[in-house]
């Protein structure tokens, strides 16, 4: 066994020091080449490769090194970015309290400002960063290389600050950059949860920079550390595969300065947003079209870069609603339409151009009258041609918002359904009930497409909020959403419009309003009346008729031992449809009937004093046969017939006994 004695030197570690580059300091403190040495010692074994191959050390040496080093395990666990992350090899780092990707740090080849180790003496933990490539207190490029070798540098070493070959890296010259070049080093600084980093980014920024981020449009200002090194990455890739401009782009070979040429062309794709992305986009137009049949609109301008940016992969967000502005403000190549996250109710309003269909749709009229509009000159757009020969209307937004406005305060279905939380179809059935109703002169197409009177839906939700009574202070019922409540009768039939329906009928009663929502959806019911409302109407449903569980709480009997019974057609059962589920039935007289015929034999037990086993197997030894059972067909209970039990011969013994007791 291995007795692990604390070292001669035991140097506290620095808040934001790194673990690698505190075992480099405290080998360097007790004489030893290498830290390898004291990862040999903690483990008993040669675990020096772990230094230089990134492994997870936790496994079975976090005890062994706190005791050594004299620092506490959770210390060092944070030191090494893996505080509350679980699993021998980690998918995800804690870097002050930031989860960031794995592939965010380099665990391989370590980074150091010249200036900070003759300040300071001692590895800092955000340097492992990838993309921090350089320091904003000094204004230098991140050294990764010694000017002396020629090599990278390795944390198999026997300083923090001497290379092996001898080279001091705290006398060298680290080129300077400019102000601009540090700003994703500046913004990680200031993303760290670390309030000493914080602290530190806003001291080193320069008075001038300082002054003009405060206007900055920059998106990556306001974005958290792991979405930064995302967004920042994804557009790396993307400015590689289709514009060509940073050449290979592969941050898991490439040193430190290839990555920071790469982050400094990103970086200014961010810059003066969105119109640097626009040119971007400009230059990605037309280049790499969809490869598909229907390659019109934006799928030939953006085929490959549209797919790119909309499959939802981490970082894509911002892009993603940088494209959508592009589109629906800049772009004239056709309209957007409603592909995949461009279907969103919040963004629809925004877009620039709309189609035929949705200009009917949104003014309430029919695409006819749409077509009349626009030779009358009413409604302005532009008109493309297609591969086929067809004419594209491309309907100004804004003009078709005009011409809503001269045909009065009417709502489409589209902003009816919104104004009630719901959907357009949900809207459709409640129209066709007669709860909200059309005007007469746009009734065309569908429900969807016609027109409504605002006040046709002010009414109904006045309505609703007439029954509203909320719950008493000593009523202790859970209050539940109204499509949670929906939810819950929904194996009765019951859809949105029967439930608005039961509700203006008084047969349900909303018991209070969630002020974070707005319309039907904001209602909210009481859980308990909900359910005794759905039991209550599922009985009223069945007629009378059990459920098998019903059925088995009536026979005393386990849910399991009925089932088997009813399969086996012992106990008459039909298949009913009551709502939307369909469900095995039992009428009772069935049940009265099978009672009166059968039992089981635990009531016989307890009267004759002895255990239900027991008993079965004094029966079966008597050649009574049982109708039910484990070894009958694995039913949980055995059932026998009830005269076979009262004619066996113990029970004849029994009825003797009681008989000369009695006299």
């Avoid at 080998?27 to 230089?52: C, H, V």
């Avoid at 008109?383 to 020969?389: D, F």
């Avoid at 707005?518 to 359910?531: H, W, Y």
């Amino acid at each position: 066994m291995i007795d692990f004695k604390r070292l001669l030197r035991t140097p506290r570690p620095y808040p934001d020091e790194s673990f690698k580059g505190l075992l480099v300091r405290v080998a360097e403190e007790n004489g030893y080449e290498s830290p390898k040495f004291l990862l040999r010692l903690a483990s008993g074994q040669d675990r020096g490769q772990l230094m230089t191959k990134g492994g997870n050390f936790f496994g079975f040496l976090l005890t062994n090194l706190s005791e050594m080093l004299n620092v506490d395990a959770p210390v060092l666990q944070d030191m090494a970015n893996l505080r509350g992350i679980e699993g021998p090899v980690p998918k995800a780092y804690n870097l002050f309290g930031c989860i960031i990707d794995k592939y965010a740090i380099d665990p391989h080849y370590p980074k150091v400002c010249p200036s900070c180790l003759k300040e300071t003496g001692y590895a800092r933990r955000l340097w492992d960063l990838r993309l921090f490539t350089c320091c904003p207190a000094h204004g230098n490029i991140l050294v990764d290389e010694c000017p002396n070798c020629m090599k990278r540098i390795s944390w198999d070493r026997s300083s923090v600050f001497v290379c092996k070959c001898g080279c001091d890296w705290r006398i060298i010259d680290s080129e300077k950059v400019q102000e601009t070049e540090i700003f994703l080093s500046r913004q990680i600084l200031q993303l760290s949860g670390f309030k000493e980093c914080r602290e530190k980014a806003a001291l080193t920024a320069s008075d001038e920079y300082a002054e003009e981020s405060v206007t900055q449009t920059n998106p990556l200002l306001s974005i958290g550390l792991n979405e930064l090194t995302s967004t920042v990455y994804l557009m790396s890739r993307l400015m590689e595969k289709f514009i060509g401009s940073t050449g290979e782009f592969n941050i898991f070979k490439m040193n430190n300065w290839g990555i920071h040429n790469v982050i400094t062309q990103v970086g200014s794709i961010f810059e003066n947003w969105p119109w640097n992305y626009f040119k971007f986009l400009d230059d990605v137009k037309g280049k790499y079209p969809s490869s598909g049949v229907y390659n019109t609109g934006v799928l030939k301008d953006f085929g490959r870069f549209y797919f790119s940016v909309a499959k939802g992969i981490k970082g894509s967000e911002i892009l993603r609603n940088g494209l959508y502005e592009y589109l629906t403000t800049v772009w004239d190549g056709g309209y957007t339409g409603y592909r995949d996250w461009m279907n969103k109710k919040d963004k629809r309003n925004s877009l620039k151009y709309i189609s035929r269909e949705e200009a009917a749709s949104r003014i309430g009229v029919s695409r006819e009258a749409v077509e009349k509009y626009i030779d009358e000159g009413h409604l302005m757009g532009v008109v493309r041609i297609s591969r086929k020969g067809r004419r594209i209307f491309l309907i100004d937004t804004e003009s078709a918002k005009e011409m809503k406005a001269k045909l009065g305060t009417h709502l489409n279905g589209i902003e009816a359904s919104g104004i009630l939380g719901i959907g357009t179809r949900a809207f459709a059935a409640l129209v066709s009930k007669g709860y909200v109703s059309p005007v007469p002169e746009g009734m065309v197409i569908s429900q969807v497409g016609r027109s409504f009177e605002r006040k046709e839906i002010d009414n109904l939700l006045m309505e609703i909020n007439g029954r509203l009574s909320p719950q008493k202070k000593d009523d202790d019922g859970e209050l539940i959403g109204f499509y949670e409540a929906m939810k819950k009768l929904y194996g009765l039939g019951i859809k949105l419009n029967t439930f608005v329906g039961l509700i203006l009928k008084g047969a349900i009663i909303p018991r209070g309003k969630d002020n974070k929502k707005t319309g039907l959806v904001s209602f909210m019911f009481d859980g308990r009346e909900i359910r005794n409302f759905s039991d209550k109407r599922a009985e009223e449903l069945r007629d009378g008729r059990l459920t098998i569980e019903g059925a088995a709480r009536l026979m005393k009997v386990k849910h399991e031992s009925a089932s088997v019974l009813v399969k086996r057609g012992m106990l008459k059962s039909e298949k009913v449809k009551i709502g939307n589920l369909s469900c095995m039935l039992v009428k009772r007289t069935d049940v009265m009937h099978f009672l009166k015929e059968n039992t089981v034999i635990s009531g016989y037990a307890r009267d004759l004093g002895t255990s239900p086993v027991r008993l079965i197997q004094k029966l079966i030894s008597e050649g009574l046969v049982p109708i039910s059972g484990k070894k009958i067909d694995g039913g949980p209970q055995y059932w026998f017939r009830r005269k076979d039990v009262e004619n066996s011969q113990m029970m004849k013994q029994r009825s003797s006994q009681l008989r000369a007791v009695h006299g």
